[in-house]
């Protein structure tokens, strides 16, 4: 059966995706996953189609790739919750939908009557995921919580980045791109609730609480050890151990490996491999051949420091003289657990992803081009998982919506549009 | 109260980082799971720190810890044939076979899908996998720093004039875990519908893209490469991590509108600076960048972390101190929501587990098991869940079947 015509595991639910830049990969997921999504933007269009990337590098409304890429297998229509028209137009929506998602300030829409309250007066199996920078409650629910301040207050800022430099965040804004997939994963948790007592609930996803997970055994160095890790650059501080400051990240002849001794099994058959080919090329050190792989311990005593810090020194000497494609493609041939840092472009390129067919072509009309996306990454061998349209134009599904679904007139349509209220 | 994942049950036969945190992520909304593991082949987080009181053991491990919570845990040793009969008994009790081995492991273990969905034909299995269970280097192994530097973001962290900066710990492992999550509900959904169970493939590197499709769409269309850019953003002036009183302390601000930028200069007791020619507007501010930097910096030097923090964002303005391992444990927003729960372990006595981001109203998710020592539960799992009697236990035991 083609991955077309298999059934979407979420084919039945409707979802109203309210949420800002804040939530948008939540319904981009479900979405994905077949349901169907129904964007909710003000009449002139959400703040998000403002955000780069733009298409071309042009800003306009309609080519913000952050907007495209987030709001994929998504419908979308116009409406203005601040008119009481379009609060009772919400609330007819709400009453046939499966999900509501977003991601407005905490007692925002309860402010508008449209809280968890009044819609699950409306529809009880309702299930509604609220996603904020710091959840509903606490002393700081109404804190403002940008991507940098979230990473900071995680920890993981503290651990990333150079020593004699401020800490850095990682690569580009992601911070709610990690509340968005948590609040996918528990909206369906809640849907399994639901399935067997038709009750809908209240989720509260908190951003900070989603990225403070990320940093997982950090908070627990603390806890069990008493130790801060602290950012190393290219290294990482381990505590408790011989050499707690390890190289991961290696200088080649065109970029950065990713590479680390390890022991055991993993360790044993590629350490040996890489130190044979170190040898071809006469830059094994002696104590390096001399190491049996397979008792190998990087932490146990058979080295002594400067055999180690030779050890090293041989290693960064021998990747600088090979490309990152070099050595990643003799890596593979030969099992060592060795990986580039990729770049965008290496990423493109690879040609693992083009044999998964990780890449999909989608058409934008509005644009005059196809642009090639990244396809979701689950693969269900008897469901559909893909970007089922490419994200929608401000208000372009309002009357298969508004007329088809909620039975308004086309002159009806007229005096929302004229009235601001779609 | 009743969780809301009380009636599904899994076997759980993944290891390090992304696997035991998809499954996690299940247990602690309810559903029952039977971690299974064998000394002859550790979990590779079990030998890695942070261990209680430096002190290494593979029952000491809080990386270990942190992603076996609520879950039951066995060892078998599957190259015994026996121990291969109760794998598949374990099979038939569960509704998810959960794995995060190499390609191909669990077919050498007789237990690949087709072998699983013979035994129970509406099992679901997910394969949480590197780089996927196809494709010319899926059979390569990597640990979530490699997954991160494969999927593009090492390359984009750090500063433009310096090498990259290592992305700590196991970055995509945290995104491929919770997709593996999503993904087994919306199954679990599918085959309540159907009937019918099925096998998830999901590639770690491949969970990463999702999360940097914006530059990757965009460098297919126009060629642009994302590289290093320190803390900056493109429309946002100042945006950085300034330093603060103390030894390493910092604050992260950032300030998008103009509204934003007066409050700030307020703050900072510099009203004149909200009309100056040279920060007035995005664009100025945007230009004057580093003197911008250079200022804000100045007056948080004579502050803490925690005042700068506080008072900007009582004024309006987006602020987080850069808060270390040990700051977690007093920030008074986890400690208000109760992020963090101490469990009693068998070996290292209380210590602290993360709760997850998300907030259920009627079944919230609960911590109410510390990570199992090795093997902790065998005897419980195998005679009350299994039916052998103490003398078949013994025997087995005495075989090496448990491990």
């Known amino acids: 059966m083609s991955a077309s015509a298999m059934e979407s595991p979420l084919a039945p639910y409707r979802v109203l995706d309210l949420t800002g830049e804040k939530g948008f990969l939540c319904g981009r997921i479900l979405g994905d996953f077949g349901a169907d999504v129904i964007k909710v933007e003000p009449p002139r269009g959400d703040p998000g189609r403002r955000i780069p990337p733009f298409h071309g590098g042009i800003a306009d409304l309609k080519r913000s790739l952050y907007w495209l890429a987030c709001n994929a297998s998504k419908r979308g229509i116009t409406l203005n919750l601040q008119s009481p028209d379009g609060r009772a137009i919400l609330k007819a929506l709400a009453r046939r939908a499966d999900f509501l998602i977003e991601s407005f300030p905490p007692g925002y829409l309860d402010g508008l009557g449209l809280g968890y309250g009044s819609l699950s007066r409306v529809n009880p199996g309702l299930i509604m995921t609220s996603i904020t920078p710091f959840g509903q409650d606490g002393p700081w629910p109404d804190y403002k919580g940008c991507d940098l301040a979230l990473w900071a207050l995680s920890s993981y800022l503290y651990v990333t980045g150079d020593e004699d430099r401020p800490p850095v965040m990682p690569g580009l804004p992601q911070a709610y791109l990690h509340a968005g997939l948590e609040a996918a994963s528990s909206a369906l948790v809640a849907l399994h609730h639901r399935r067997l007592t038709g009750e809908g609930q209240w989720i509260d996803v908190s951003a900070h609480q989603a990225l403070a997970v990320i940093s997982l055994q950090n908070q627990q160095y603390w806890d069990l050890a008493r130790f801060n890790p602290r950012r190393a650059g290219a290294f990482q501080h381990l505590s408790g151990v011989r050499w707690p400051l390890q190289r991961r990240l290696w200088p080649c002849r065109d970029g950065f490996v990713a590479f680390v001794l390890f022991s055991g099994r993993l360790g044993a058959e590629g350490n040996r491999a890489l130190t044979g080919w170190m040898d071809s090329e006469g830059l094994a050190p002696e104590c390096m051949k001399s190491i049996d792989w397979s008792t190998f311990d990087p932490q146990g005593s058979e080295l002594t420091d400067e055999e180690q810090g030779l050890m090293m020194e041989a290693l960064a000497a021998f990747f600088k003289r090979h490309t990152k494609e070099e050595l990643y493609r003799t890596a593979v041939e030969r099992r060592i657990v060795l990986y580039p840092c990729n770049t965008t472009e290496d990423i493109l390129r690879d040609p693992h992803l083009q044999a998964r067919n990780a890449w999909t072509r989608i058409d934008h009309d509005q644009l005059g081009a196809t642009l090639t996306y990244p396809r979701p990454c689950v693969r269900f061998s008897d469901a559909s998982c893909d970007i089922r349209r490419r994200a929608p134009l401000v208000g372009e599904h309002n009357r298969e919506i508004y007329q088809g679904e909620l039975g308004f007139s086309r002159d009806d349509l007229v005096l929302l549009q004229r009235n601001g209220i779609i | ?379 419980h799992v195998f005679t009350q869940i299994f039916g052998l009697s103490d003398e078949e236990f013994a025997d087995l035991a005495g075989q090496g079947v448990f491990d």
Request: hydrophobic residues 40%.
């Open chain 2, 1 to 379: 109260m009743r969780k809301a994942l009380d009636d599904i049950k899994i076997a759980d036969f993944t290891w390090y980082v992304a696997g035991p945190l998809c499954v996690r992520y299940l247990a602690d909304y309810g559903a029952r799971v039977i971690h299974v593991e064998t000394a002859r082949r550790l979990d590779g987080v079990r030998k890695l720190p942070p261990y209680k009181d430096n002190t290494p053991g593979i029952n000491r491990s809080g990386f270990f810890h942190n992603y076996n919570c609520n879950k039951l845990g066995i060892t078998l040793n599957l190259e015994h044939p026996r121990a291969r009969d109760l794998a598949a008994a374990l099979v038939r009790w569960a509704d998810v076979v959960a794995e995060s081995f190499g390609p191909g492991v669990m077919d050498d273990l007789g237990l690949g899908y087709e072998a699983v969905s013979r035994i129970r034909p509406d099992i679901i299995m997910i394969s949480l996998s590197s780089k996927g269970q196809t494709g010319p280097h899926a059979s390569l192994p990597a640990v979530g720093m490699h997954l991160a530097a494969l999927s593009g973001f090492m390359e984009i962290t750090g500063w433009p004039d310096r090498d990259p900066s290592l992305l700590y710990g196991a970055y995509t492992d945290s995104i491929a875990g919770r997709f593996g999550a999503a993904a087994l509900l919306a199954a679990l959904d599918h085959r309540s519908r159907t009937g019918r169970g099925q096998h998830i493939d999901l590639s770690q590197y491949e969970a990463g893209l999702q999360f940097l499709a914006p530059p990757l769409i965009d460098c297919a269309s126009s060629g642009r490469v994302l590289g290093r850019n320190g803390n900056r953003h493109t429309f946002a002036v100042p945006h950085g991590v300034y330093p603060c009183q103390g030894d390493d302390r910092w604050c992260a601000i950032a300030v998008f509108t103009d509204g934003e930028w007066a409050a700030l200069c307020r703050t900072m007791g510099q009203p004149s600076w909200i009309d100056d020619d040279r920060y007035a507007t995005f664009l100025s501010r945007k230009s004057h960048e580093e003197e911008v930097d250079r200022l804000v910096a100045r007056w948080t030097a004579e502050h803490t972390a925690e005042e700068v923090m506080a008072t900007l964002q009582a004024a309006g303005v987006s602020a987080g101190l850069v808060a270390t391992a040990e700051d977690l444990h007093r920030d008074p927003q986890l400690k208000a929501r109760q992020h963090f729960t101490a469990l009693e372990h068998p070996e290292i006595g209380r210590s602290t587990y993360d709760s997850l981001g998300s907030r259920l109203s009627r079944t919230p998710a609960g911590l109410d098991r510390a990570a199992p020592i090795l093997g902790q539960d065998n005897y």
